[in-house]
């Protein structure tokens, strides 16, 4: 089992920046890939980011050239760089890991981007 551990939101005015960060600990030697949902209210969950064990990112159109992934596999740890941040950026971020046959979620964590 893995356990993620997110943090790093809060609200912040158009413009801004947050860096969101997701810990994992327990059976993390099997870890794939790492990345980022999210969902807004009404919405359905759609993918931010993803950052493989080897290093190969993908980020979704609405946030290439704002957001930036990184992995620290010393840590176990993936981060999310935002900037430039939106309104339309304001969601419920979930992080998540892929192991040959399971995905794990984290909490959870808001972002809330307003005047």
């Known amino acids: 089992q893995v356990q993620l551990v997110e943090s790093g939101g809060g609200s912040v005015q158009p413009g801004g920046s947050l860096r969101l960060s997701c810990a994992a600990s327990?059976?993390?030697?099997?870890?794939?890939?790492m990345g980022w949902y999210r969902q807004a209210p009404g919405k359905e969950r759609e993918l931010v980011a993803f950052?493989?064990?080897?290093?190969?990112?993908i980020y979704a159109d609405s946030v290439k050239g704002r957001f930036t992934i990184s992995r620290d596999n010393a840590k176990n740890t993936v981060y999310l760089q935002m900037n430039s941040l939106k309104s339309e950026d304001t969601a419920v971020y979930y992080c998540?890991?892929?192991?040959?046959?399971?995905?794990?979620w984290g909490q959870g964590t808001q972002v809330t981007v307003s005047p």
């Open positions: 327990g059976n993390i030697f099997s870890i794939n890939a």
């Open positions: 950052i493989s064990s080897g290093g190969t990112i």
């Open positions: 998540y890991t892929s192991r040959p046959t399971s995905t794990n």
